[in-house]
């Protein structure tokens, strides 16, 4: 009898060896799809809809697919996403066109090209102390309008029973709610010259996305499978900060919402984290994370599929491994559909895979190569793996 896509991430989940390695695609920004793409795949696909947005935010630019597209996908999962307080989709709907859209923490998109948005607009780009960091007008977390659809939409999915649930609150990422507030650049430097107030931002930053991730958790934390936390810590080839400052000032604070996730639900921890993340991976393991993800295989150590496998397998499950700077963007199908089949026979052996795209499927991708990976896993992912 055949197992329901749940019933299959389950058993990776768990370190079981289910009947094929599962997908995950068209879920959060970490695993979607972009807009362009998407109209191709509708294109190809004959499916006639209206575009929709993640999260109600068009300026973001990844799609909400249309239940065809993720069927013709074979996505194993399916998203509950929390929603920006009403307030800020009606300022946002009556601003002026092409101006910058700002979010409920005083961050914003700017509009770089027609219908291309990039995160430019940073409130607190020269602030250096506490006092600064007190009177600032923060977000209010407790607004009910984020959380109060999430417990109708999994518990149809629940019911349903046919896909794994993955709960994607919006960056949920001390780290780079700081780059947001600052820009990279400088919070970075203030990691170098004035720390403390950076861990003061930084402890800013979790409280409020722990008050959030609370309310979400306490809405729907018993029907999900999957709960998305993480932070881009790694460039490509190295990690952004030292290990010693990320478990100085970071870890306890992944550590700490972990640790709130683990007491309001059952499900597992996913935390997306880009670039070459290889030398914290036991740090990850240590707080409680069970998902890493993408899997950046063209940054640094990462690209070394046979001593991830070897080193962590049954102790952590990865997601991703897609390469979407060379291999999705430019390859052929054909070549797309090897290097599934090449990254599945290392990760996926003995289960502890998921496949899925080294973060979102870009605008530079093909259709055809979205439909070449995911029809690769169909042909080469079933267990045993003897492809």
């Not at 300022?91 to 700017?110: A, C, E």
Request: charged residues 25%.
């Amino acid at each position: 009898m055949p197992i329901t896509s749940r019933e299959r991430v389950r058993a990776v989940l768990n370190h079981e060896i289910p009947d094929r390695v599962p997908v995950i695609l068209g879920v959060s920004n970490a695993t979607g799809i972009k807009i362009k793409p998407y109209r191709g795949l509708k294109s190809i696909l004959g499916v006639v809809c209206e575009d929709q947005y993640i999260y109600d935010w068009p300026e973001l630019g990844t799609a909400l697919p249309d239940e065809r597209i993720m069927q013709r996908l074979h996505s194993d999962v399916r998203g509950i996403l929390d929603r920006f307080p009403l307030e800020v989709y009606e300022r946002n709907k009556n601003r002026s066109p092409h101006s910058p859209f700002i979010d409920d923490w005083g961050g914003g998109q700017m509009e770089i090209s027609p219908d291309e948005w990039y995160p430019g607009i940073h409130p607190l780009p020269d602030a250096v102390t506490k006092d600064e960091l007190d009177n600032y007008k923060w977000p209010d977390m407790d607004d009910p309008y984020r959380v109060a659809h999430v417990r109708a939409e999994a518990m149809k999915l629940h019911e349903e029973n046919q896909y794994a649930i993955m709960a994607t609150p919006w960056l949920m990422f001390p780290f780079e709610r700081a780059f947001e507030m600052q820009g990279m650049e400088k919070f970075l430097l203030n990691l170098a010259i004035e720390p403390d107030f950076a861990q003061e931002l930084l402890i800013k930053n979790n409280q409020l996305c722990m008050r959030l991730m609370g309310h979400f958790l306490d809405e729907c934390g018993d029907l999900i499978d999957i709960i998305k936390i993480g932070d881009d810590l790694g460039t490509q080839e190295k990690l952004m900060i030292s290990p010693r400052m990320y478990r100085n000032m970071l870890k306890p604070l992944h550590a700490e919402m972990i640790s709130l996730i683990k007491q309001k639900t059952k499900a597992k921890v996913f935390f997306h984290t880009d670039g070459d993340v290889f030398d914290l991976i036991e740090d990850f393991i240590e707080i409680g994370v069970d998902i890493l993800n993408p899997v950046q295989t063209s940054a640094g150590k990462m690209s070394n599929l046979e001593e991830l496998k070897n080193r962590y397998d049954k102790r952590i499950v990865f997601c991703g491994g897609i390469d979407t700077q060379k291999i999705l963007p430019f390859g052929t199908p054909d070549q797309v559909k090897q290097e599934v089949r090449r990254v599945i026979n290392i990760l996926g052996k003995d289960g502890g895979y998921m496949v899925s795209p080294v973060h979102t499927v870009m605008n530079e991708v093909p259709a055809e190569n979205v439909l070449a990976m995911v029809d690769a896993v169909e042909e080469f992912g079933y267990y045993s793996l003897k492809n």
